[in-house]
């Protein structure tokens, strides 16, 4: 099987949902830094991002709280229906108390406070668009006791049929992992840094509710066994 970096250019088509104009316009600006995104529009309000949800069909929408005609957590329903696939990342520069629950229980993704770092933005993002979720430093707290990591990852994967767990990148990994070639040796095949495979084996095994690469392997196979 022959290896390139096409799905490793594959852009993350995000849409920002924010009716502070200098925030959202910062935003895009920001995100343009970084060769793995590319922000599709900006909407001010609730149907501006229906709009646009339905024209530019977005992997992930970073969504703000508050907007002048509807409740950010609101949109989640709605959202979801129109393109179940789309990551949704809650924005808030406000207290998050009370909506960090009510986002993640209604499909949300992951929660961010609009004074993160860029860094962490772009890494919510991505992690959200992989397939897990993210929370801002210290966000976790402001989450009912009853819902933790693993609960909001099931969730967040319940709608997901087994065969699609895995992204294209990550099918590609556990393949050659279950060939036994090491994280270095991966790295060299896809042309892609160590780390970044450190990051894919450290998501399979989340996805895959396993601890080993020997279990992830396994699992992986009774999938596909399963599907067939």
Same mark, same amino acid.
């Given at each position: 099987?022959?290896?390139?970096?096409?799905?490793? $250019?594959?852009?993350?088509?995000?849409?920002?949902?924010?009716?502070?104009?200098?925030?959202?316009?910062?935003?895009?600006?920001?995100?343009?830094?970084?060769?793995?995104?590319?922000?599709?529009?900006?909407? &001010?309000?609730?149907?501006? *991002? =229906?709009? $646009? /949800?339905? &024209?530019?069909?977005?992997?992930?929408?970073?969504?703000? /709280?508050?907007? @002048?005609?509807? *409740?950010?957590?609101?949109?989640?329903?709605?959202?979801?229906?129109?393109?179940?696939?789309?990551?949704?990342? =809650?924005?808030? +520069?406000?207290? @998050? &108390? +009370?909506?960090?629950?009510?986002?993640?229980?209604?499909?949300?993704? +992951?929660?961010? !406070?609009?004074? *993160?770092?860029?860094?962490? =933005?772009?890494?919510?993002?991505?992690?959200?668009?992989?397939? +897990?979720?993210?929370?801002?430093?210290? %966000?976790?707290?402001?989450?009912? @006791?009853?819902?933790?990591?693993?609960?909001?990852?099931?969730?967040?994967?319940?709608?997901?049929? @087994?065969?699609?767990? $895995?992204?294209?990148?990550?099918?590609?990994?556990?393949?050659?992992?279950? &060939?036994?070639?090491?994280?270095?040796? /991966?790295?060299?095949? %896809?042309?892609?840094?160590?780390?970044?495979?450190?990051?894919?084996?450290?998501?399979?095994?989340?996805? !895959?509710?396993?601890?080993?690469?020997?279990?992830?392997?396994?699992?992986?196979?009774?999938?596909?066994?399963?599907?067939?």
């Amino acid at each position: 099987m022959s290896y390139n970096n096409t799905v490793e $250019l594959k852009k993350v088509k995000v849409l920002v949902v924010d009716d502070h104009t200098l925030f959202a316009e910062g935003t895009v600006s920001l995100l343009s830094s970084e060769s793995r995104i590319s922000v599709v529009g900006i909407a &001010k309000n609730g149907i501006e *991002c =229906m709009s $646009l /949800i339905r &024209k530019s069909r977005p992997d992930v929408v970073l969504l703000d /709280i508050k907007l @002048p005609d509807v *409740c950010g957590t609101d949109l989640i329903d709605t959202i979801n229906e129109v393109i179940p696939r789309t990551k949704i990342l =809650m924005l808030t +520069g406000y207290s @998050p &108390k +009370g909506y960090v629950t009510q986002s993640m229980s209604k499909g949300a993704n +992951g929660f961010l !406070l609009k004074d *993160c770092a860029v860094k962490e =933005m772009i890494e919510g993002i991505l992690r959200v668009y992989d397939g +897990g979720v993210f929370f801002s430093e210290g %966000l976790e707290a402001f989450l009912h @006791p009853e819902i933790s990591s693993s609960v909001l990852y099931s969730t967040v994967a319940s709608a997901i049929k @087994p065969t699609e767990l $895995l992204t294209i990148r990550e099918k590609e990994i556990i393949e050659l992992v279950s &060939k036994g070639l090491h994280n270095k040796e /991966i790295a060299s095949v %896809l042309d892609i840094k160590v780390r970044t495979v450190n990051f894919h084996v450290s998501n399979i095994l989340l996805k !895959l509710e396993v601890n080993t690469r020997l279990e992830a392997v396994l699992r992986w196979a009774n999938i596909n066994n399963n599907a067939i």
